[in-house]
């Protein structure tokens, strides 16, 4: 059973476990399926905005897809919910992203 097969068995019965979506995620960005891996970045980020690692996933994803001003956006997201919860090795991740992308 790959590891994609065992997140959905796994979500199958949680599935609103942002963990478990967000480990699914990035399997789902290993094998190129990044559409299905935005979908569920975003959805996490929805139901639970404080998921500080997904910001910068869906970043990059937006980054490759390039569509930058969202992936900024996405970075000033993540960098607000970073500041709110005192995380600020994620939050300097988040800025160094942004600055990246706008040079």
Do not use: W
Request: proline residues 1%; aromatic residues 8%; without cysteine.
């Amino acid at each position: 059973m790959s590891r994609i097969e065992k997140l959905l068995q796994y979500l199958a019965e949680n599935d609103k476990d942002s963990f478990l979506q967000h480990a699914l995620a990035l399997e789902y960005i290993k094998i190129g399926n990044d559409e299905d891996a935005r979908k569920l970045f975003n959805e996490i980020l929805l139901r639970e905005p404080t998921y500080i690692g997904s910001y910068y996933h869906l970043g990059k994803l937006l980054e490759r897809q390039q569509n930058i001003e969202k992936a900024i956006k996405v970075y000033e997201r993540g960098m607000l919910e970073a500041k709110k919860a005192g995380d600020m090795h994620s939050y300097n991740e988040l800025q160094g992203a942004k600055e990246d992308v706008e040079e």
